[in-house]
């Protein structure tokens, strides 16, 4: 199934409209010029605000609310766009990165233009070799075309934009840990407050936005805030791109009207399971969020949904796990990512998701001791809520609701000495 | 030192003239060109950017790309990342352990490969991916696992 029309993933529509006369042949930086026209950035933060545009890297938090954040002491503004995407499971960003970069582009002119930011940075992915030169290149034509420089489309308003490159570290995607590493050191967080809004780049008020986020500015000043809430709820309006990964037919992004059940963006957009296989658990928001299970694939694919199922829309990234998978093997292998990813700076985070990884790869291959379930709980409890930056949390996730939802599972392994789905040790270089 | 690598430095803090922002850029430009980040290598960027060499030590060490020991021409990363695990890639990395004769982390004795894992590379749908010197490979099923060490590559 595919919907009446797309937006942000226009490209799987249009071919090479990453080619800049493609992308103005289809309304592209009309968008810009029409809110360049009206003059009027204040009018363009309400839009938004009304608009209930929220963000699309993680966390939800509305749009507006946190442009309006900055405060108004004339200093210098930046706006810095997060596309160090690595959150397992989700692979949107890079598609939107390296098929149709003008439209982060032009997002990112309205978004400066709204928040009155002259100097905007792009953080992009090391990994992401491709998507740094499409970047690089769209915007080297945006300013041959006078979409960016000075006194852009003779608005008066002028932008300079910048492409950065990390150098692998998840915990970049932290934003304040993305603005240390865009000043040139280590990706460790910092404390908040201050938040970027009065204290973010460079010490200067800072608008940090997911690549995504900003790609809906395009459309939304196209079409109006009332548009955008003609799709999803009250609270969780307009599109969300979901990823989609695991055993179904057509693994891939999706665009769907937020509150979309699960159950659709699986067997409708995604095809189905392959060979009809069942469906186990579903991570339906990136590997940092809690597993739903099968019985919950009613559940509409919108924050307060998703969050009353318990788990969290996230990042969109939505894993399927199918009923021959051994979730102890799944929990295994994602803390063993948060291991390598942790940055060390807090001992319940570095020391935690060593020993976790540890006993949960014990357990997989026949090791695991009475007590251990018992370890793994405590452990959990000893680095949730208690270190500096969301990743030590985001650890625990799928781990925890896994024990939840799985304990016979979890239990079996200890007392049989062996995983009951038959599942050799997953490959890790440390310990096992 | 090399001369040029001074005119990239001043090319780097151009671009980026605000606190230390300059220096990724310079560690990624010149490791394009040495393979990796040698404490010579480090010694000299810390001269060209006026810091202090533990410091560019730390901020290298911090980062999986920016490598301390020599690279083989082919750096090949397989995501070890969950839907890639699912999808095969541990398979796929004992595969080409054995077809190269090493472990992840190591490379080849010839300077010809350097295996490393990678944590989740965004391209799930894909499972399991590789990258060659950072350029994707998808669906890389056992089959196609030689098919990784093959073929002209860019540096």
Same mark, same amino acid.
């Given at each position: 199934?595919?919907q009446?029309?797309?937006?942000?993933?226009?490209n799987?529509?249009?071919?090479?409209?990453?080619?800049?006369?493609?992308y103005?042949?289809?309304?592209?930086?009309?968008?810009?010029?029409?809110?360049?026209g009206?003059?009027d950035?204040?009018a363009?933060?309400?839009?938004?605000k009304?608009?209930g545009?929220?963000?699309?890297?993680g966390?939800?938090?509305?749009?507006?609310?946190?442009?309006?954040f900055?405060?108004?002491?004339?200093r210098?503004?930046?706006?810095?766009?997060?596309?160090d995407?690595?959150?397992?499971?989700?692979?949107?960003?890079?598609?939107?990165i390296?098929?149709?970069?003008?439209?982060?582009?032009?997002?990112?002119?309205i978004?400066?233009?709204?928040?009155?930011?002259?100097?905007?940075?792009?953080?992009?992915?090391?990994?992401f070799?491709?998507?740094?030169?499409?970047?690089?290149?769209?915007?080297?034509?945006?300013?041959?075309?006078?979409?960016?420089?000075?006194?852009?489309?003779?608005?008066?308003?002028?932008?300079?934009?910048?492409v950065?490159?990390?150098?692998?570290?998840?915990?970049?995607?932290?934003?304040s840990?993305?603005?240390e590493?865009?000043?040139?050191?280590?990706?460790?967080?910092r404390?908040k407050?201050?938040?970027?809004?009065v204290?973010g780049?460079?010490?200067?008020?800072?608008?940090v936005n997911?690549?995504?986020t900003?790609?809906?500015l395009?459309?939304?000043?196209?079409?109006?805030?009332?548009w955008?809430?003609?799709?999803?709820?009250?609270?969780?309006?307009?599109l969300?791109?979901?990823?989609?990964?695991?055993?179904v037919?057509?693994?891939?992004?999706?665009?769907?009207?937020?509150?979309?059940?699960?159950?659709v963006l699986?067997?409708?957009?995604?095809?189905?399971?392959?060979?009809?296989?069942?469906i186990?658990?579903?991570?339906?928001?990136?590997?940092?969020?809690?597993?739903?299970?099968?019985?919950?694939?009613?559940?509409?694919?919108?924050?307060?949904?998703?969050?009353?199922?318990?788990?969290?829309?996230?990042?969109?990234?939505c894993?399927?796990?199918?009923?021959?998978?051994?979730?102890?093997?799944?929990?295994?292998?994602l803390?063993?990512?948060?291991?390598?990813?942790?940055?060390g700076?807090?001992?319940?985070?570095?020391?935690?998701?060593?020993?976790?990884?540890?006993?949960?790869n014990?357990?997989?291959?026949?090791?695991g001791?009475?007590?251990?379930l018992?370890?793994?709980?405590?452990?959990?409890?000893?680095?949730?809520?208690?270190?500096?930056?969301?990743?030590?949390?985001?650890?625990?996730?799928?781990v925890?609701?896994?024990?939840?939802?799985?304990?016979?599972?979890f239990e079996?392994?200890?007392?049989?000495?062996?995983?009951p789905m038959?599942a050799?040790?997953y490959?890790?270089?440390?310990n096992y | 030192?090399?001369?040029?690598?001074?005119?990239?430095?001043?090319?780097?803090?151009?671009?980026?003239?605000?606190?230390?922002?300059?220096?990724l850029? $310079?560690?990624h &430009?010149?490791?394009?060109?040495? *393979?990796?980040?040698?404490?010579? =290598?480090?010694? %000299?960027?810390a001269h060209? @950017?006026d810091?202090?060499?533990?410091?560019?030590?730390?901020?290298?060490?911090?980062?999986?790309?920016?490598?301390?020991?020599?690279?083989?021409?082919?750096?090949?990363?397989?995501?070890t990342g969950?839907?890639?695990a699912?999808?095969?890639?541990d398979? $796929?990395?004992? &595969?080409?352990?054995?077809?190269? *004769?090493?472990?992840?982390?190591q =490379?080849?004795? %010839?300077?010809?490969?350097? @295996?490393?894992?990678a944590?989740?590379?965004?391209?799930?749908?894909?499972a399991?991916?590789?990258?060659?010197?950072?350029?994707?490979?998808?669906?890389?099923?056992?089959?196609?696992a030689?098919?990784l060490l093959k073929?002209?590559?860019?540096?």
């Amino acid at each position: 199934m595919s919907q009446a029309r797309r937006y942000l993933l226009r490209n799987q529509d249009i071919p090479d409209i990453d080619r800049i006369e493609v992308y103005e042949a289809n309304q592209g930086y009309q968008a810009l010029r029409q809110a360049l026209g009206q003059n009027d950035p204040a009018a363009l933060v309400d839009m938004v605000k009304a608009s209930g545009l929220r963000g699309r890297g993680g966390a939800g938090f509305p749009t507006g609310v946190k442009w309006s954040f900055l405060p108004d002491d004339g200093r210098p503004r930046y706006l810095v766009v997060n596309s160090d995407e690595a959150e397992p499971g989700t692979f949107k960003d890079r598609e939107l990165i390296e098929h149709n970069p003008h439209q982060l582009i032009e997002g990112m002119i309205i978004s400066s233009y709204a928040t009155r930011a002259r100097e905007a940075y792009i953080y992009c992915r090391g990994e992401f070799r491709r998507g740094a030169e499409q970047l690089r290149r769209a915007v080297e034509e945006a300013y041959r075309r006078g979409y960016l420089g000075d006194n852009i489309l003779d608005s008066g308003f002028s932008l300079d934009i910048k492409v950065y490159r990390g150098a692998g570290a998840y915990i970049c995607g932290e934003e304040s840990a993305l603005l240390e590493s865009l000043e040139g050191k280590r990706g460790n967080p910092r404390l908040k407050p201050p938040f970027p809004a009065v204290a973010g780049l460079y010490g200067m008020p800072t608008v940090v936005n997911n690549v995504e986020t900003i790609c809906n500015l395009p459309p939304l000043v196209l079409n109006g805030a009332a548009w955008y809430r003609t799709m999803g709820t009250e609270k969780s309006p307009g599109l969300k791109i979901m990823s989609v990964s695991g055993p179904v037919n057509r693994p891939g992004n999706y665009e769907i009207p937020l509150a979309t059940p699960l159950r659709v963006l699986i067997d409708e957009y995604a095809g189905g399971m392959r060979e009809q296989r069942g469906i186990k658990a579903v991570i339906p928001g990136g590997s940092s969020v809690p597993v739903l299970t099968a019985d919950q694939l009613d559940t509409p694919l919108d924050y307060e949904s998703v969050l009353a199922a318990g788990s969290m829309l996230g990042s969109g990234g939505c894993i399927v796990i199918d009923e021959h998978t051994c979730m102890v093997g799944v929990s295994a292998r994602l803390l063993k990512f948060y291991r390598e990813e942790s940055c060390g700076k807090c001992t319940p985070c570095r020391e935690g998701t060593y020993w976790m990884t540890d006993v949960l790869n014990r357990i997989e291959v026949g090791e695991g001791k009475p007590g251990d379930l018992e370890l793994i709980a405590d452990m959990a409890d000893n680095i949730g809520g208690k270190v500096f930056c969301p990743l030590g949390d985001a650890a625990l996730g799928v781990v925890v609701s896994a024990m939840q939802h799985f304990a016979e599972e979890f239990e079996v392994h200890i007392k049989e000495h062996a995983c009951p789905m038959g599942a050799r040790l997953y490959y890790d270089t440390v310990n096992y | 030192m090399k001369p040029h690598w001074e005119t990239w430095a001043k090319e780097a803090k151009t671009e980026f003239p605000k606190a230390n922002s300059a220096l990724l850029p $310079l560690l990624h &430009r010149i490791q394009g060109e040495e *393979g990796y980040l040698s404490s010579d =290598t480090i010694a %000299d960027v810390a001269h060209l @950017l006026d810091l202090a060499v533990p410091y560019v030590e730390s901020v290298v060490s911090f980062y999986s790309l920016f490598y301390q020991r020599p690279t083989g021409r082919r750096i090949i990363h397989v995501c070890t990342g969950l839907s890639c695990a699912l999808g095969g890639s541990d398979e $796929l990395m004992h &595969r080409l352990e054995a077809k190269l *004769g090493i472990q992840e982390g190591q =490379t080849t004795p %010839d300077g010809e490969y350097t @295996l490393l894992e990678a944590e989740c590379l965004a391209a799930c749908d894909k499972a399991p991916v590789a990258q060659v010197n950072l350029r994707y490979r998808e669906s890389v099923d056992l089959e196609a696992a030689d098919e990784l060490l093959k073929g002209e590559v860019e540096s």
